[in-house]
């Protein structure tokens, strides 16, 4: 995949926005994913709603469609389908929210075509029923009355919700909210895994990122690779009781939000879009001595061959899109790169156009556990990944 930038600088012109909801509830009961010890079992009735968010974020011609997808990952196949989709010129930013009470993705995956025990094989039908719901909810976006936009304001507050689960972990403790003039919010970002829920829950939930309603439209998830959510004093409370006391405490620190103004009329917008140097894909030392022998195959059938960062700049805001579960100290590096660019806030996210694992430091890889066990690219990845990143912040960034 070539390189790409755009940016426009049409002085004294608004951005238009426009929003969908669509709601992605499988129709019969499927398999969830996130957790092997359900054994592949199909849901059981009832739970949550789940959704496809779009936000059209636009400036003729430049226009970039934003998606929040309640689903476990982001497959370069369901990928592949939803541009195929919508029209061609329109960018795209697809996200999952990562909640592990979502049907299996790797349903999604088309090279997923073997049987392993706990996930889910690919199944051509159900690729063809999400990719055609999410691309709905794009052109539903695309298609309403777009709304004005003068100013474009992000708050940020800090937020204890989360928690290092590997030794190296340094967790982005801070929570983001991007509006737009007088208030009116257009998306959340956080960094936390969506396991409020655990293994024995068996129904949909949207978990901590479908409760977003309550700040926002749609939630984006910040660099997870490491990083927990946490409900203060309720270790042992159920799901539901977690994820309602995370909403509670992420509201109340938001009275303390710092507000910056990020984008005007007289601001320019930027697109970026970079390669990451995946090379070949290879198991980990942590995954060989998981996995034995079966190590290659399952890299294989996880590992895509290509995958890029993707970058969407509005005045001083990024949007850096990373395709798969960074670590939080990667995550931070790129954000201060960002940061010496002259960008203000600078938002890193998790599973966005497509998912390559694990992403992890040489250290933190060298340390092994189960996030190494899913980094399929050698040691050396997560820089790799940072590199790609600088790449398409410094393009997405040039006047």
């Given amino acids: 995949m070539l390189s790409v930038l755009a940016a426009l600088s049409l002085a004294g012109s608004p951005l238009l926005v426009g929003t969908s909801d669509v709601d992605i509830t499988p129709p019969e009961p499927l398999p969830l994913g996130g957790y092997t010890e359900r054994g592949g079992r199909v849901m059981d009735p009832?739970?949550?709603?789940?959704?496809?968010?779009?936000?059209?974020?636009?400036?003729?011609?430049?226009?970039?469609?934003?998606?929040?997808?309640?689903?476990?990952?982001?497959?370069?196949?369901l990928r592949f389908e939803v541009v195929k989709r919508i029209p061609a010129d329109v960018?795209?930013?697809?996200?999952?929210?990562?909640?592990?009470?979502?049907?299996?993705?790797?349903?999604?995956?088309?090279?997923?075509?073997?049987?392993?025990?706990?996930?889910?094989?690919?199944?051509?039908?159900?690729?063809?029923?999400?990719?055609?719901?999410?691309?709905?909810?794009i052109n539903k976006a695309l298609e309403v009355r777009p709304q004005p936009v003068s100013e474009l304001d992000v708050e940020s507050w800090r937020a204890d919700l989360n928690r290092g689960r590997r030794k190296r972990a340094k967790p982005d403790q801070t929570a983001s909210l991007v509006e737009a003039a007088k208030g009116a919010a257009l998306l959340f970002e956080y960094a936390a895994h969506g396991t409020f829920y655990d293994s024995e829950e068996n129904r949909t939930r949207g978990d901590w990122p479908g409760g977003v309603t309550a700040l926002a439209p749609m939630a984006l998830i910040?660099?997870?690779g490491d990083v927990s959510p946490r409900a203060p004093g309720l270790d042992k409370a159920s799901g539901a009781e977690k994820v309602a006391a995370f909403w509670k405490a992420m509201a109340a620190g938001r009275t303390h939000a710092a507000?910056?103004?990020?984008?005007?009329?007289?601001?320019?917008?930027?697109?970026?879009?970079?390669?990451?140097?995946?090379?070949?894909?290879i198991p980990s030392p942590a995954a060989t001595k998981a996995y034995s022998?079966?190590?290659?195959?399952?890299?294989?059938?996880?590992?895509?061959?290509?995958?890029?960062?993707?970058?969407?700049?509005?005045?001083?805001l990024a949007i850096v899109g990373i395709p798969g579960e960074p670590t939080s100290v990667l995550g931070r590096r790129i954000g201060d790169f960002g940061?010496?660019?002259?960008?203000?806030?600078?938002?890193?996210l998790s599973h966005?156009?497509?998912?390559?694992?694990?992403?992890?430091?040489?250290?933190?890889?060298?340390?092994?556990?189960y996030e190494a066990t899913l980094s399929f690219y050698g040691r050396d990845e997560g820089d790799r990944v940072v590199k790609a990143a600088e790449a398409a912040l410094h393009r997405a960034a040039s006047p």
């Fill in 222 to 224: 910040g660099p997870i």
């Fill in 352 to 369: 966005c156009n497509g998912w390559i694992g694990y992403i992890l430091s040489g250290p933190d890889y060298d340390d092994g556990g």
């Fill in 293 to 316: 022998a079966f190590a290659q195959t399952l890299v294989t059938r996880f590992a895509p061959t290509s995958a890029s960062v993707s970058v969407l700049r509005l005045g001083k």
């Fill in 46 to 77: 009832g739970g949550d709603r789940l959704h496809a968010r779009a936000l059209v974020v636009r400036r003729d011609p430049f226009r970039v469609a934003i998606v929040s997808v309640e689903i476990l990952t982001i497959p370069e196949s």
């Fill in 259 to 281: 507000r910056r103004r990020d984008w005007e009329p007289k601001d320019s917008v930027g697109w970026g879009v970079e390669p990451i140097e995946l090379g070949k894909p």
């Fill in 91 to 137: 960018r795209l930013l697809l996200c999952a929210t990562h909640t592990h009470c979502a049907p299996d993705s790797q349903m999604l995956n088309d090279r997923m075509t073997l049987s392993i025990p706990g996930i889910a094989s690919f199944k051509r039908r159900w690729l063809t029923w999400y990719s055609d719901r999410i691309g709905e909810a």
């Fill in 339 to 348: 940061h010496k660019l002259g960008l203000r806030d600078v938002l890193v």
